[in-house]
């Protein structure tokens, strides 16, 4: 079964500092997602992305966050300056028929 | 504000019992509707999905009933075995093709050998 690959699995960094995660989305699927699990609570939207532009995001989804597809296969995710409170599991997923999800990249921030 | 939440934050049963855990909607626009299944320090892995012109469809192993009039949706799972031991999450998403997916609460389902 084809599937998102996300890296890297866990990303230490300091406050402050930019983060950049990864995905590869299923290579025939049309919409792309981010969205971000705190420990412990349920799974929440960030943004998608559609013919290479934002189709939607939520609150969360402020001025620190970006998303790019630099080169029609990679996905990423951007925090400028990472908070203590972006610490979270950041999931990708891919939309065409059926919405699938990679395995997450766990986020500290310390 | 639209939610989707879940009746129950744990299930516990026994290895070979059949398990139902159920989810509640609120938005009425709601036109598809997915389970996933959530081990610890994995992803949302998907199980199965529904479309609001059916109310009921049956995988492997796993049924999902739709009651649009109740806005409620079901996950049973026949034989529950241990590995099915997870946090089950519905999810939905509007008419919109490939609108957000708004996650519920989850249930955290033990199953006890």
């Known amino acids: 079964e084809p599937e998102v690959t996300q890296t890297p699995s866990h990303q230490v960094t300091q406050m402050g500092q930019e983060v950049i995660l990864r995905c590869v989305p299923i290579?025939?699927?049309?919409?792309f997602y981010w969205y971000r699990q705190i420990l412990g609570q349920k799974v929440e939207f960030l943004v998608s992305?559609?013919?290479?532009?934002?189709?939607?995001k939520s609150e969360i989804f402020d001025d620190q966050f970006s998303v790019e597809r630099p080169d029609g296969s990679n996905f990423t995710l951007k925090i400028r300056s990472t908070k203590l409170e972006d610490s979270a599991m950041y999931f990708c997923?891919?939309?065409?028929?059926?919405?699938?999800f990679g395995q997450g990249t766990r986020l500290t921030v310390v | 504000g639209e939610s989707v939440g879940l009746h129950l934050p744990t299930l516990s049963v026994q290895e070979g019992d059949n398990s139902i855990i159920n989810c509640a909607y609120s938005?009425?626009?709601?036109?598809?509707f997915i389970w996933y299944k959530q081990e610890s320090g994995k992803g949302p892995q998907f199980i199965i999905d529904?479309?609001?012109?059916?109310d009921k469809r049956q995988g492997q192993r796993v049924t999902v009933l739709l009651n649009k009039t109740v806005k409620h949706l079901s996950l049973q799972i026949a034989a529950t075995q241990p590995g099915d031991s997870a946090v089950y999450f519905c999810?939905?998403?509007?008419?919109?093709?490939?609108?957000?997916?708004?996650f519920g609460e989850g249930t955290q389902l033990t199953v006890n050998p």
């Open positions: 992305f559609y013919n290479n532009e934002i189709s939607e």
């Open positions: 938005n009425s626009a709601s036109d598809y």
């Open positions: 997923a891919s939309f065409r028929i059926k919405a699938f």
């Open positions: 999810a939905e998403t509007g008419e919109t093709s490939g609108s957000r997916l708004t």
């Open positions: 290579s025939n699927h049309l919409y």
């Open positions: 529904i479309r609001s012109n059916m």
